[in-house]
């Protein structure tokens, strides 16, 4: 009992910290990213194509995408700028020294049977730069969910500082924004955005109600994740901080209610008008927390003194946040619509780019102004400030990660010279910049990694006192956990299987 009530206060009363350092600590991502693409070419170039080898292929992976995370999350989170900073000129060296070595050892690199030959140099507004799914986004979900992951079972450690805990009722925590974030992320790659959504207007109301069932299958597994949670922590014992969602609620029921919400409302509103929705929805969800007493009833109860009596009191911060989550993922679908418009050239990437930094800076003032003439940002609510810090962060690390694509782009060009020219349809197989087995693995099984995260973090607190492990022990475990979840992701891969819901 002692070790329990430990465990409790180890979680509660945490007040965050600032959304600059938050920001700062997952801008490790497309930095390690940016390292990742400037160290391949240099071992190709001296080794050949021992980087092709596909075990130490993922050990480099492992080593460039995962471990600077992990470390930005625990030991080095007092020291981000300087480890942002040695990132990134770590990658301008591999690219100076890419550019000096390429003529040299271009020779070493096969050449293709249906290479075409070099042509003229080209401006660099017609540079090809096309994806179906550009590699940002890929980036921006998988390395989410290596963030997700880390977190996940970090947060039960002494190593994770306590300020990027959830906070208890105001303040900006890392793990506070994660859950947004995660919804923003399947919105952008969600049906709707993609636009494989059928509505009422296209298909009439058959193929509607055709396509919320559809939706309210592919979400049945979500409702029987959250209900083995349920059962598994009251069965278990396992600590659990009432105040996240509430007593019977968790993440997979409100990740399965905003998915199935958002694509019964979408099939009577076009998906053009996802950013109004998003906004209505916002800015009214916050009128009846300020003026009609919701946000009053969420954070103190019906009684006024945290009252869990009945349902609705037990869970009502899960139930109630769903409308903020749900106004996340329409501005999420939105988003997603516009970065899955067919960009052929650099110069239309460039022109996005631009484009998102500007409503990047818009949503940050808003922040600013709406935290402090309305209410500071509060995930138990997921108010109108929570919605704006999270779309910020969101918009902010997607335009990190184009920035990388930016940069791909110029270094294929102008430094990572290929010793033929490549076709625009071959343009994203560089033969000095073979593609990540690790997010070629991850890609395909999101949700599979985040059900295996929940179920380790289960064993391992289970199996050990994590809130009085040293920082050794600490950080062995956690690599340990990591590596075991790309290895499972691999394994995955290379047998060819993928589980998808939605």
């Known amino acids: 009992m002692a070790s329990q009530r430990a465990k409790e206060a180890f979680y509660t009363n945490l007040t965050g910290t600032t959304p600059?350092?938050?920001?700062?600590?997952?801008?490790?991502?497309?930095?390690?990213?940016?390292l990742r693409?400037?160290?391949?070419?240099?071992?190709?170039?001296?080794?050949?194509?021992?980087v092709k080898n596909k075990w130490l292929g993922f050990v480099l992976d492992f080593i460039t995408l995962v471990i600077p995370l992990l470390l930005a999350f625990t030991v080095?989170?007092?020291?981000?700028?300087?480890?942002?900073?040695?990132?990134?000129?770590?990658?301008?060296?591999?690219?100076?020294?890419?550019?000096?070595?390429?003529?040299?050892?271009?020779?070493?690199?096969?050449?293709?049977?249906?290479?075409?030959?070099?042509?003229?140099?080209?401006p660099l507004w017609e540079l090809p730069m096309e994806s179906e799914q550009p590699l940002f986004m890929t980036m921006f979900r998988v390395h989410g969910m290596v963030a997700s992951a880390i977190a996940i079972l970090a947060v039960d450690f002494p190593v994770f500082p306590r300020r990027f805990g959830k906070t208890e009722t105001y303040g900006t925590g890392m793990m506070d924004v994660a859950v947004g974030a995660f919804m923003f992320m399947n919105a952008i790659v969600s049906k709707e955005a993609r636009g494989k959504h059928q509505n009422i207007f296209s298909c009439g109301i058959s193929g509607a109600v055709k396509s919320l069932t559809k939706t309210v299958v592919s979400a049945l597994p979500l409702f029987l994740l959250g209900t083995v949670r349920l059962i598994s922590v009251k069965t278990s014992g396992y600590h659990e901080h009432v105040s996240e969602y509430g007593v019977h609620w968790n993440f997979f029921f409100t990740l399965a209610v905003v998915i199935v919400g958002s694509s019964a409302c979408l099939l009577f509103i076009p998906t053009s008008l996802s950013v109004p929705l998003s906004l209505a929805l916002a800015v009214g969800y916050q009128h009846l927390l300020t003026n009609h007493g919701l946000g009053q009833f969420v954070l103190t109860g019906s009684d006024g003194r945290g009252s869990r009596e009945g349902l609705l009191d037990a869970n009502r911060e899960g139930l109630v946040s769903c409308l903020g989550y749900v106004a996340i993922y329409f501005a999420g679908v939105c988003a997603g619509k516009f970065l899955l418009i067919r960009r052929t050239l650099f110069f239309d990437w460039w022109l996005a780019f631009l484009l998102l930094n500007v409503v990047n800076v818009l949503l940050w003032i808003l922040l600013e102004a709406t935290s402090v003439y309305i209410e500071p940002v509060c995930r138990r609510t997921a108010n109108l400030p929570y919605i704006i810090w999270t779309l910020s962060f969101c918009i902010q690390l997607l335009v990190s990660y184009m920035l990388v694509d930016i940069v791909l782009a110029l270094g294929k060009e102008f430094i990572w010279k290929s010793p033929y020219k490549l076709s625009a349809n071959k343009v994203a197989k560089h033969p000095l910049l073979p593609d990540s087995i690790l997010v070629s693995a991850l890609r395909p099984n999101l949700l599979l990694i985040f059900l295996l995260c929940n179920l380790l973090t289960g064993v391992v607190n289970m199996?050990?006192?994590?809130?009085?492990?040293?920082?050794?022990?600490?950080?062995?475990?956690?690599?340990?956990?990591?590596?075991?979840?790309?290895?499972?992701?691999?394994?995955?891969?290379?047998?060819?299987?993928?589980?998808?819901?939605?």
């Open 76 to 122: 080095w989170s007092d020291f981000l700028q300087r480890f942002l900073v040695v990132l990134l000129v770590t990658s301008a060296t591999l690219l100076l020294a890419a550019y000096l070595l390429q003529p040299m050892k271009a020779q070493r690199v096969k050449r293709p049977s249906k290479a075409k030959t070099v042509a003229a140099s080209r």
């Open 463 to 502: 199996s050990m006192d994590t809130v009085s492990q040293p920082t050794p022990v600490s950080m062995s475990v956690l690599v340990l956990y990591m590596l075991g979840l790309c290895l499972i992701a691999i394994g995955l891969h290379v047998k060819g299987m993928k589980l998808k819901f939605w």
């Open 20 to 34: 600059f350092e938050i920001s700062l600590a997952v801008a490790i991502g497309p930095a390690s990213e940016l």
């Open 37 to 50: 693409w400037t160290l391949i070419p240099i071992l190709v170039m001296l080794f050949g194509g021992v």
